[in-house]
């Protein structure tokens, strides 16, 4: 079978201030940089109010949907703004990732990455942060619980910033496990290892400032791959972030693309074990234009080799 590649052009029709650095570019670099390789190609459908209401309540669809402006932008907290699109654009995404669930979950394609924007993971229950409107990831795991009836759904987060809204949102879900590794301390703040989740369903990895994949790769193969192992997920949902890398602006790890590389050959290699090799990945962060391509490129570049 194949990787499904997931996007639209409304996501190119979000825009925040000058110098910002959730820019448009972000994804343009994306998908120049994924141009010409054997992906299956879809068109992100528009996400629903109902998708929304997984796990928002409804008046914070209503109060982001009032905050759009009709020209301009404007500001809903510190981090994130809004312009005419804005809307479309983060309904996309989550409509984005609620497909690759179906397609995977359906046999059609092997795994997917969806890349749009604005990304998801920070935004709380009832709260916008981080230039993030609607908590994407959580919803596509609430709607593989609800509409497709698994029991158990892993969401992992390598954004070089803890995943505070997925945390938020997955909370109290004990059919899911939350892993988050990122750099601490950073904004947000949170994401302490005494962080667990309501019934034993979240684990952070905070990483001191400056280590590098080597840190990183151990991490992972001491606490979060044995973890995943106990949980057996059925599905794999990835917050692809690629901030964590070296050049990234915004953070201060070392990462380079063979960590990104290693990070999601082992991640299929879960998969395989235990969901059949189902993935979706969702693109999160990353703010060095030119470092944002190629990570994106060598994560689905791997989910390519593992899905032929």
Same mark, same amino acid.
């Given at each position: 079978m194949t990787t499904a590649l997931i996007t639209h052009i409304d996501c190119l029709r979000h825009r925040t201030p000058d110098g910002h650095p959730e820019q448009i570019a972000r994804l343009e670099h994306v998908l120049a940089a994924l141009n010409g390789k054997t992906l299956e190609r879809f068109e992100a459908p528009m996400g629903s109010e109902d998708d929304l209401r997984l796990v928002h309540p409804q008046s914070h669809i209503e109060r982001v949907r009032s905050a759009e402006p009709d020209e301009g932008i404007v500001q809903l907290d510190a981090d994130t703004w809004m312009s005419p699109g804005s809307f479309d654009a983060a309904m996309r995404g989550v409509g984005g990732a609620l497909k690759g669930v179906d397609l995977v979950l359906g046999g059609e394609v092997d795994n997917a990455f969806v890349?749009?924007?604005?990304?998801?993971?920070?935004?709380?229950?009832?709260?916008?942060?981080?230039?993030?409107?609607?908590?994407?990831?959580?919803?596509?795991?609430?709607? =593989?619980? &609800? @509409?497709?009836?698994?029991?158990? *759904?892993?969401?992992?987060?390598? /954004?070089?910033?803890?995943?505070?809204? #997925?945390?938020?949102?997955?909370?109290?879900?004990?059919?899911?496990?939350?892993?988050?590794?990122?750099?601490?301390?950073?904004?947000?703040?949170?994401?302490? =290892?005494? &962080? @667990?989740?309501?019934?034993?369903? *979240?684990?952070?990895?905070?990483? /001191?400032?400056?280590?590098?994949?080597? #840190?990183?790769?151990?991490?992972?193969?001491?606490?979060?791959?044995?973890?995943?192992?106990?949980?057996?997920?059925?599905?794999?949902?990835?917050?692809?972030?690629f901030d964590a890398h070296r050049d990234d602006p915004l953070a201060e790890l070392q990462w380079d693309e063979s960590d990104f590389t290693w990070l999601t050959g082992r991640l299929c290699d879960l998969a395989d074990a235990h969901c059949k090799g189902r993935v979706v990945s969702c693109m999160e962060g990353g703010y060095n234009l030119e470092a944002l391509a190629r990570c994106a490129a060598v994560h689905v570049d791997v989910l390519i080799e593992r899905g032929g």
């Amino acid at each position: 079978m194949t990787t499904a590649l997931i996007t639209h052009i409304d996501c190119l029709r979000h825009r925040t201030p000058d110098g910002h650095p959730e820019q448009i570019a972000r994804l343009e670099h994306v998908l120049a940089a994924l141009n010409g390789k054997t992906l299956e190609r879809f068109e992100a459908p528009m996400g629903s109010e109902d998708d929304l209401r997984l796990v928002h309540p409804q008046s914070h669809i209503e109060r982001v949907r009032s905050a759009e402006p009709d020209e301009g932008i404007v500001q809903l907290d510190a981090d994130t703004w809004m312009s005419p699109g804005s809307f479309d654009a983060a309904m996309r995404g989550v409509g984005g990732a609620l497909k690759g669930v179906d397609l995977v979950l359906g046999g059609e394609v092997d795994n997917a990455f969806v890349a749009t924007r604005p990304p998801g993971h920070h935004a709380e229950t009832e709260r916008t942060m981080g230039f993030c409107l609607f908590g994407t990831a959580a919803i596509a795991a609430r709607h =593989a619980m &609800e @509409r497709h009836g698994l029991s158990r *759904v892993a969401v992992v987060d390598f /954004d070089v910033h803890h995943g505070n809204g #997925t945390q938020d949102l997955l909370w109290s879900e004990k059919r899911s496990l939350f892993v988050s590794s990122h750099q601490f301390p950073l904004w947000p703040g949170t994401g302490t =290892a005494d &962080e @667990r989740g309501a019934h034993g369903n *979240v684990l952070n990895l905070p990483l /001191d400032p400056a280590s590098d994949g080597a #840190t990183k790769r151990r991490a992972y193969e001491e606490k979060v791959f044995p973890a995943l192992e106990t949980f057996a997920p059925e599905l794999l949902i990835l917050s692809a972030g690629f901030d964590a890398h070296r050049d990234d602006p915004l953070a201060e790890l070392q990462w380079d693309e063979s960590d990104f590389t290693w990070l999601t050959g082992r991640l299929c290699d879960l998969a395989d074990a235990h969901c059949k090799g189902r993935v979706v990945s969702c693109m999160e962060g990353g703010y060095n234009l030119e470092a944002l391509a190629r990570c994106a490129a060598v994560h689905v570049d791997v989910l390519i080799e593992r899905g032929g």
